[in-house]
């Protein structure tokens, strides 16, 4: 386990580190504010942590009945947790997840998006020659994306494809490829609709190179060492803030809480719902930006099995599906982690639409995408797990994404203290790294930055 002084070697590494460094407290100049922090997600863990660190007295308030937030392993089936949030460390290399990861000795499992087969509609895997028709495709597709940003006025990718997509007739292979394009690269990647993505801004992010692994026994390895010497109250869903004067007031459905010093980590997807009372309201620019990101929704279904009956060899298997966007991606555990487990995944529209049906409907239909690929006499299915976050009160969404009528700033604008009072954190703060555990990891450091700062 990791000590303080581990953990503080560990932040040398660290791209704010030198925020940190510059304004590090001596014993005597112990900080005896007090400072509560709004949601026990990576974002909010990782600021408490490091205040905690540099002598603060720091509390943690969660409406959830545990830690982690959007960082969600269960425990139902020993021999795998498996993720129902947050699933990967996206980029290994120079991450700050993965120093903390290797800190922690945790066994970390690889999966290559190169390492896939695709299955067409009938359920025959893709031919050499239609393999190289779809990457012409989805050259072509970026190709006309690239121009589009070029333009003096955003639109979104569906718009931008429009023209393009228009020569081929709907029942057409090739209209049945370029949707899964669009979906499989696109809207599984950032959660939005193509409808509603951004083609300025959709990829501005920047990434961390390597390749992208699991946890095999779960990502909340990461949120209990975070967790671990900070006081967490579970089960307060908070009503209201007041930060008109003196200490933030801040009301859950339990208690008050007052703090000299607050930092807000309440997912995109809660502040969009209005939920919550400011006092006084937040500025208009914080709420231009609150409305004009996008929160993206990427659904999990887990399916569990006697045995393998897909290719074993395989991380990624991909559906042309005849119903735009369903059951398009798969992953595979059995390369990874010798089980027999397939994870199919439903974002966007498709990840929204699908949370209205039952779990029954949800595992047979996943089941009927299986059975074209791979027969009708498949084994058995054991068990399945299934996620709703659009559904989730607590976060109304997986991850945030750039939506049309995004700019830059306004990222910026969500991350901006308030009269050295309120202060804000979480992945959709974050610029560069938005919708990813690292995003919100160094967004909390930057918010206790600010503070120490201060």
């Given amino acids: 386990m990791i000590d303080k002084r581990n953990f503080m070697q560990l932040f040398s590494s660290l791209l704010m580190n030198s925020m940190i460094a510059n304004t590090a407290c001596k014993a005597k100049d112990i ?78 499992l690889k999966t290559e998006y190169d390492n896939s087969v695709i299955y067409n509609s009938d359920g025959k895997i893709f031919s050499d020659a239609q393999q190289e028709e779809i990457e012409k495709l989805s050259n072509k597709i970026y190709s006309i994306i690239e121009n589009a940003q070029n333009n003096n006025q955003d639109i979104s990718i569906r718009k931008a494809i429009e023209t393009f997509v228009k020569k081929y007739p709907k029942n057409s292979q090739t209209y049945q490829l370029i949707n ?11 959660g939005g609709s ?68 607050a930092i807000i980590t309440i997912p995109l997807g809660v502040l969009k719902r209005n939920i919550i009372q400011f006092t006084p309201n937040l500025p208009n620019e914080k709420n231009i930006a609150i409305n004009n990101i996008g929160m993206g929704v990427l659904n999990k279904c887990y399916l569990r099995f006697e045995e393998c009956f897909w290719p074993d060899d395989v991380d990624w298997i991909e559906f042309i599906s005849k119903s735009q966007g369903e059951w398009s991606e798969w992953v595979s555990f059995q390369n990874a982690a010798q089980m027999p487990i397939l994870l199919g995944f439903n974002a966007a529209n498709k990840g929204i639409e699908i949370e209205n049906l039952s779990d029954k409907k949800i595992v047979d239909s996943a089941m009927s995408a299986l059975k074209v690929m791979f027969g009708a006499n498949i084994p058995k299915l054991i068990d399945y797990q299934i996620t709703r976050w659009a559904k989730d009160e607590f976060s109304f969404g997986s991850y945030s994404y750039n939506k049309l009528g995004y700019n830059p700033k306004m990222r910026d604008a969500l991350a901006k203290p308030l009269n050295n009072k309120l202060f804000f954190a979480g992945e959709a703060c974050e610029k560069q790294y938005f919708g990813t555990v690292h995003g919100a990891y160094l967004s909390g450091i930057r918010a206790a930055g600010e503070i120490i700062k201060a």
């Fill in 180 to 190: 899964f394009i669009l979906n499989s690269e696109i809207e599984q990647e950032y």
């Fill in 194 to 261: 193509i409808d509603d993505i951004s083609t300025f801004w959709y990829d501005s992010d920047k990434q961390f190179g390597g390749d992208d692994k699991i946890f095999k026994d779960g990502y909340n390895i990461i949120s209990n060492f975070l967790a671990q010497g900070i006081d967490v109250e579970l089960g307060q869903k908070v009503n209201s803030i007041n930060w008109s004067s003196g200490k933030v007031k801040i009301t859950t459905n339990e208690k008050v809480f007052f703090a000299d010093k």
């Fill in 31 to 108: 900080k005896q504010e007090e400072i509560v922090v709004i949601g026990a997600g990576i974002s909010g863990l990782s600021a408490a942590k490091t205040l905690k660190a540099q002598g603060y007295k720091v509390k943690i308030i969660e409406a959830r009945n545990r830690i982690g937030g959007r960082l969600w392993t269960s425990n139902k089936w020993q021999d795998l947790p498996v993720d129902l949030g947050a699933s990967w460390i996206h980029g290994v290399d120079n991450n700050p997840i993965t120093e903390i990861a290797n800190q922690l000795n945790a066994t970390l």
